[in-house]
């Protein structure tokens, strides 16, 4: 019967305005029912070669990616957790100009640059969401906030395979990307109207001030620390 308790009060504590204003934005930035259609859309639409696109165009996302994971957590430390995920969000609608109106291989791997941070900041936005919700509710949370993600993905290729394959979309994949942009537009409309501030408060930005290198070097001096940190970077960039 505890055990019970205890799982009713996770999921009511997270069913809130706040923690499902950040699912709805976690949802609608992965809801792009262009992403499929990407490596066809940049060859048949903007030109490209695949060994352009192999070469010059895809490594920049992994590289980007990261080389950005370190900072983005640093940068959220310091000038907040809001304003990094805001900066996310504005990279996510300069990557959808980019795709739509940007021509060219250096752009395109401008591009992937751009995404790479926006997408290196969603860590930061899951960080985010233990200061909306009790430590006690961080495991239903996160299955929460990792749910609409994925959902959003699901949806989002469905519903870009039913209008490539059953209407004149197939023609014209560049209607895909418009979706994809108004709905990470969307997602920033949420955030601006939506996201309230944290229930729980942040770490003072007081006290990047206050560290200094040797507290760094403390704070990855521990071996199971340092492979784990690497693990992670390596995993996330393969991964990417």
């Known amino acids: 019967m505890d055990s019970e308790a205890v799982i009713y009060g996770s999921w009511r504590s997270i069913l809130t305005s706040r923690v499902l204003a950040l699912c709805l934005i976690g949802f609608l930035i992965n809801c792009k029912p262009s992403e499929p259609f990407l490596t066809r859309y940049l060859e048949e639409v903007k030109g490209l070669s695949s060994a352009q696109l192999a070469s010059s165009v895809w490594p920049c996302y992994t590289y980007g990616s990261t080389a950005a994971l370190l900072p983005v957590g640093l940068a959220a430390e310091r000038w907040g957790y809001q304003r990094t995920i805001a900066v996310g969000l504005a990279c996510r609608e300069m990557t959808r100009v980019l795709l739509l109106y940007g021509q060219g291989v250096s752009t395109m791997a401008v591009m992937q640059l751009v995404f ?9 936005l899951f960080a985010y969401l233990y200061l909306l919700v009790e430590p006690g509710a961080f495991k239903a949370a996160t299955a929460t906030l990792h749910a609409a993600f994925h959902l959003g993905n699901i949806l989002a290729s469905l519903l870009g ?35 309230p501030p944290p229930s729980r408060p942040a770490p003072p930005p007081e006290l990047w001030r206050l560290m200094r290198p040797t507290d760094m070097k403390s704070m990855y001096s521990g071996r199971a620390v340092q492979v784990w940190s690497l693990w992670w970077v390596l995993g996330f960039g393969g991964f990417t």
Do not use: K, P
């Open 116 to 124: 790479a941070a926006a997408s290196s900041i969603d860590t930061v």
């Open 161 to 195: 395979q039913m209008l490539v394959s059953h209407t004149e979309v197939g023609d014209n994949l560049t209607v895909l990307f418009y979706i994809s942009w108004g709905s990470t537009t969307a997602a920033l409309g949420v955030f601006i109207l939506c996201l």
